[in-house]
């Protein structure tokens, strides 16, 4: 088969991938923007071909149901985060949550969910932190026409308050959902630094006491957080949503969460543990079941 028909069955290939897409994320998107943006790749094939530059601009979607547009950005890992929390709805086991008033976001990403929570809990506020400087950027534009409902920190969440080191995703550039902390090393150099924030440190930055639903997605570092003294922060956590990324970070949560009652459900990717309360004694727990 030569070059020709190998280009053109490729470039069929996108044309039935963009009518397929377009119309799974029309009815969210509307069937236009679902258009305009899954044709990005289809335009970057030909631009590639003229020796045009690559589409790469963020990207701007009107959600039905949400007051103000989300941002995403072309040739990441960002509109599969989209999906995973608005069509999948992998955040919807907390929805029946009451009273929240205040959320922590660490490992906020591009800040889907948060904007996610903000309309869920229109009474609430969240903090949001992200150690990755772009994400940090597309997040605070997302999270801007909260106002003052949503903050947003660029830092690394962590077992202590140190500087930490900014590890980019080892499946390469565009995969924006992998982006790693680890401890600064002495004479660390060539990577982005960040700040480290403790869960309490996060909470006295809020000026808040306890947190209402604590979500955490820091690809790995729930490790140390809950493997050192989580006692100190975990009487505060109302309700916790985790993605636990392996066998040694689950043993590490559920082990600190041995002391408390709670809910437990699983939904995607992640692991909820709803109505978090801390049993004191056997006796304790005999009451409360």
């Given amino acids: 088969m030569n070059v020709f028909w190998k280009k053109a069955i490729q470039f069929l290939k996108r044309l039935r991938s963009l009518y397929s897409a377009s119309l799974s994320d029309g009815a969210l998107f509307g069937y236009m923007s679902a258009v305009r943006w899954h044709s990005i790749p289809l335009r970057n094939q030909i631009c590639y071909y003229i020796g045009r530059p690559a589409i790469v601009a963020p990207f701007k979607l009107h959600l039905c149901g949400y007051e103000h547009p989300i941002w995403l950005r072309p040739r990441t890992s960002d509109y599969q985060v989209y999906r995973q929390i608005f069509v999948e709805q992998e955040y919807g086991d907390v929805e029946t949550t009451t009273d929240v008033r205040f959320i922590l976001d ?99 930055y809020a000026d808040v006491d306890h947190v209402d639903i604590l979500k955490i997605d820091i690809e ?27 066998d040694d970070c689950s043993q590490a949560v559920f082990s600190a969460l041995e002391r408390y ?25 005999e009451h409360m079941n």
């Fill in 106 to 204: 660490c490992g906020a990403n591009v800040g889907l969910a948060s904007v996610y929570f903000l309309n869920r809990f229109p009474q609430a506020k969240v903090l949001a932190i992200e150690p990755d400087p772009q994400n940090v950027v597309i997040c605070r534009q997302n999270l801007v026409p909260y106002g003052s409902r949503a903050i947003v920190i660029q830092g690394g969440v962590w077992s202590g308050c140190s500087p930490l080191a900014v590890v980019p995703s080892k499946f390469g550039a565009g995969n924006k959902w992998g982006v790693q902390v680890r401890p600064c090393q002495h004479g660390t150099t060539g990577c982005e630094v960040v700040e480290g924030y403790d869960v309490l440190s996060l909470l006295n």
């Fill in 220 to 246: 790995g570092s729930e490790l140390p957080l809950f493997a050192s003294l989580p006692d100190r922060w975990l009487p505060r956590v109302r309700n916790l949503i985790i993605e636990l990324h392996d």
């Fill in 261 to 285: 009652k709670y809910r437990l459900s699983h939904r995607g990717d992640l692991t909820y543990f709803l109505g978090l309360v801390q049993l004191h004694s056997k006796n304790s727990l």
